[in-house]
């Protein structure tokens, strides 16, 4: 179990040489700071109070993943491409004439 203690914490060996990040470091550690600062200002509360539509989102992008993922093997690219620009532009047509 984790004891918390007042000492400060000891870099790891490649931070105390100096060693420089790799490009996919520099990008975790820019999410965690974009994360952090988005945490603080209170955006994400927008997403608590729409849970219903993130949730709806996230559940048609995780079944269009499960769904066409094996397509792409299968159907050529000519038909899946004019299908999902059919496909969004009908949602976005949905999104502009929703009451507001």
């Known amino acids: 179990m984790y004891q918390w203690s007042s000492e400060p914490r000891r ?3 490649p931070a105390r040489r100096g060693r420089p990040l790799s490009p996919g470091e520099r990008e975790r550690v820019g999410d965690v700071v ?3 600062r988005y945490s603080r200002d209170g ?3 927008v997403l ?3 849970r ?3 949730t709806a989102v996230a559940a048609g992008s ?3 993943t499960i769904v066409g993922g094996p397509l792409l093997g299968v159907v050529p690219e000519g038909v899946i491409v ?3 620009v059919v496909l969004l532009l009908a949602s976005a047509v949905r999104v502009a004439r929703h009451d507001r």
């Open 11 to 13: 870099l790891s060996e």
């Open 34 to 36: 974009a994360f952090a």
């Open 43 to 45: 955006s994400f509360v």
């Open 48 to 50: 608590r109070q729409h």
């Open 52 to 54: 219903r539509f993130v």
């Open 62 to 64: 995780v079944t269009g």
């Open 82 to 84: 004019p299908l999902l």
